[in-house]
């Protein structure tokens, strides 16, 4: 799960090998410290892949948050139970 982070970087260099992960990234739509961009594009990307397809790619944007996109994530008033969908995924 990555939350309010830049993944750029990380997508540069891995690639389409990071959906073999499941990812659930939260970001805030107006978040000044990391600018939506730096998700928004790496996870459209992973979306894309073909080779390996990703196993669980998700983006959720909450429209009117600026950096702290993690109280309304960790606490669930967002509605997005992502204690269980962690629990709903194993290694291999």
Same mark, same amino acid.
Do not use: N
């Given at each position: 799960?990555?939350? !309010?982070?830049?993944? /750029?970087?990380?997508? !540069?260099?891995?690639?389409?090998?990071?959906?073999?992960?499941?990812?659930?990234?939260?970001?805030?739509? /107006?978040?000044?410290?990391?600018?939506? %961009?730096?998700?928004?594009?790496? %996870?459209?990307?992973?979306?894309?892949?073909? =080779?390996? !397809?990703?196993?669980?790619?998700?983006? /959720?944007?909450?429209?009117?948050? =600026?950096?702290?996109?993690?109280?309304?994530?960790?606490?669930?008033?967002?509605?997005?139970?992502?204690?269980?969908?962690?629990?709903?995924?194993?290694?291999?």
């Amino acid at each position: 799960m990555l939350i !309010a982070g830049h993944a /750029t970087d990380a997508f !540069a260099q891995a690639g389409c090998a990071l959906g073999r992960v499941p990812i659930w990234a939260f970001h805030g739509g /107006t978040d000044s410290t990391v600018p939506k %961009i730096h998700i928004v594009t790496p %996870i459209t990307g992973l979306k894309a892949s073909t =080779d390996p !397809a990703p196993v669980d790619v998700r983006l /959720t944007i909450y429209p009117r948050t =600026d950096h702290d996109a993690w109280s309304r994530t960790y606490d669930l008033s967002a509605g997005h139970d992502i204690y269980a969908w962690l629990l709903g995924h194993e290694h291999p």
